[in-house]
């Protein structure tokens, strides 16, 4: 303990330099983080690289509501200070379950109807995430990323739910940022093997 509390003590006294080497490279420092309210450290961080959404839903008693959803992401887009926040959006099954709500069961739950492939199936849920998503966007620099994408119909199925939320909240008159960025997270072989294509979607 008293060593890690040394080591702690000594990083902290370069929290707030930049990033440079001896020999004058500049680097930019991420963190990833899944809460509303992370470490202070944040403050110091050049960028989120990835900000995992589930932690709403798997510590909640009951599924959250758009309006909790987009709070939070508001909140850490403002505790960011205008510095880029990827986004994943819901990635559950597998090894994160909801106490709210029954998965189904499968021989290998990590492959199965899980993260993206779940969302796509349960169109309310997804929207609501998304909708919440890019009414924060308004409020700083938001990136969204989809996990376990398997092929490329995935990303074109769900930038389609992405192009019904954002016609949605045009009609409602509800401020957004019409120009962000979509990635996906490479898990699966089978995109892999096609990440040129994936890459130009």
């Known amino acids: 303990l008293a060593d890690f509390i040394k080591d702690e003590v000594e990083a902290n006294k370069y929290l707030d330099k930049p990033a440079v080497t001896a020999d004058g490279e500049t680097y930019h420092i991420g963190l990833n983080i899944g809460a509303a309210e992370p470490d202070e450290s944040i403050k110091f961080a050049d960028f989120v690289g990835l900000f995992r959404t589930e932690f709403l839903y798997i510590e909640s008693d009951l599924m959250p509501k758009e309006e909790e959803k987009f709070t939070a992401y508001q909140r850490v ?3 960011m200070m205008g510095k880029p926040v990827t986004l994943r959006t819901l990635d559950i099954g597998g ?3 909801l106490k709210y709500m029954t998965l189904p ?3 290998n739950p990590f ?3 899980r993260a993206l ?3 796509l199936s349960l169109s309310d849920l997804f929207k609501s995430g998304l909708r919440a998503a890019l009414r924060a966007s ?3 620099e938001l990136l969204i990323m989809f996990p376990m994408v398997g092929t490329i119909d995935d990303i074109r199925n769900a930038k389609a739910v992405v192009d019904d939320v954002k016609s949605e909240l045009r009609s409602e008159s509800i401020p957004f940022n019409e120009v962000f960025k979509i990635g996906i997270m490479i898990e ?3 995109i892999a093997l096609v990440a040129d294509i994936a890459a130009s979607e």
């Open 105 to 107: 069961q499968e021989d």
């Open 111 to 113: 492959l199965g109807n």
């Open 188 to 190: 699966i072989p089978s």
């Open 77 to 79: 887009l403002a505790n």
């Open 95 to 97: 090894d994160k379950s």
């Open 138 to 140: 308004a409020f700083g």
């Open 117 to 119: 492939r779940l969302c």
